[in-house]
């Protein structure tokens, strides 16, 4: 019945190493629970004739008959089931674990921290900074989204004798589509204008970061029918990376 119980708990497990592998799951681990409850149920069924087979052997006792010395079928059944079952998801994991390694190289979407701690999305890039940030100024342009600011961190780094990889922060919006949500959640004039950063990583590879939805809307409380004002950093920053 333990057993029966971990083997429920497996699939959870394997989200949970699908996630620190940073791959992405692309299947259903539900079985797990079916399997594991099946297991539970043996794990009744072998207690309640356990407990039968007790009952017979302590009345057999007692009237003073003689008790054949002999293994228990079932039980020596049982053991080898359990012994099958516990090799074969060992060999699933292993393959498992090759699998999410051999993804990871794939993942179309990586943060830099966890979600639930940043609120960051991270977007690779097929383009160097500038060239992305010069897409993304196209985008807006055609898109007639106001640019407020281009931020070069890394330009003014070297301006002022440091040495600092490629990094730019465009800041851009729009006062109609912004003004009511700062109106519903005025914290949130804080995070507005919106904000895209294109940036190097040690690698060489460039990433295009911006504030999840998910995350805005939780830190300020903006209401779901105006996150929809907001979902156009999601597209520009998709595009600008393509």
């Known amino acids: 019945m333990g057993f029966g119980f971990v083997?429920?708990?497996?699939?959870?497990?394997?989200?949970?190493?699908?996630?620190?592998?940073?791959?992405?799951?692309?299947?259903?681990?539900?079985?797990?629970?079916?399997?594991?409850?099946?297991?539970?149920?043996?794990?009744?069924?072998?207690?309640?004739?356990?407990g039968w087979h007790h009952a017979r052997l302590v009345q057999v006792l007692d009237r003073g008959e003689p008790t054949p010395a002999r293994?228990?079928?079932l039980a020596v059944a049982?053991?080898?089931?359990?012994?099958?079952v516990g090799l074969a998801m060992a060999i699933y994991l292993l393959s498992l674990r090759?699998?999410?390694?051999s993804q990871t190289g794939n993942t179309e979407e990586i943060s830099m921290t966890s979600m639930t701690r940043s609120g960051i999305i991270d977007r690779p890039s097929h383009?160097?900074?500038?060239?992305?940030?010069?897409?993304?100024?196209?985008?807006?342009?055609?898109?007639?989204?106001?640019?407020?600011?281009?931020?070069?961190h890394g330009g003014e780094a070297e301006r002022a004798g440091m040495k600092m990889r490629p990094t730019k922060l465009v800041i851009f919006g729009s006062p109609t589509a912004g003004t009511p949500v700062m109106?519903?959640?005025?914290?949130?004039?804080?995070?507005?204008?919106?904000?895209?950063?294109?940036?190097?990583?040690?690698?060489?590879?460039?990433?295009?970061?911006?504030?999840?939805?998910?995350?805005?809307?939780?830190?300020?409380?903006v209401p779901n029918e105006l996150l929809q004002n907001l979902a156009a950093v999601e597209t520009l920053a998709t595009k600008a990376g393509e």
Do not use: C
Not at 20 to 48: E, H, K
Not at 78 to 84: G, H, K, N, R, T
Not at 127 to 152: M, N, P, W
């Open 98 to 101: 090759r699998s999410a390694y």
């Open 183 to 221: 109106l519903a959640a005025p914290s949130i004039a804080i995070d507005l204008p919106l904000k895209i950063l294109v940036w190097e990583d040690g690698q060489g590879k460039v990433w295009v970061s911006y504030n999840s939805l998910a995350y805005l809307q939780e830190r300020h409380g």
């Open 7 to 50: 083997v429920a708990r497996f699939g959870l497990f394997l989200q949970q190493l699908l996630v620190t592998q940073r791959a992405p799951s692309t299947q259903s681990y539900g079985l797990s629970l079916w399997f594991g409850t099946a297991l539970i149920a043996v794990g009744v069924i072998v207690n309640v004739v356990s």
């Open 127 to 152: 383009h160097s900074v500038d060239q992305t940030v010069e897409r993304l100024q196209e985008i807006l342009q055609a898109k007639g989204v106001t640019l407020f600011a281009l931020v070069d």
């Open 71 to 73: 293994a228990s079928t």
């Open 78 to 84: 049982i053991s080898f089931f359990l012994a099958l």
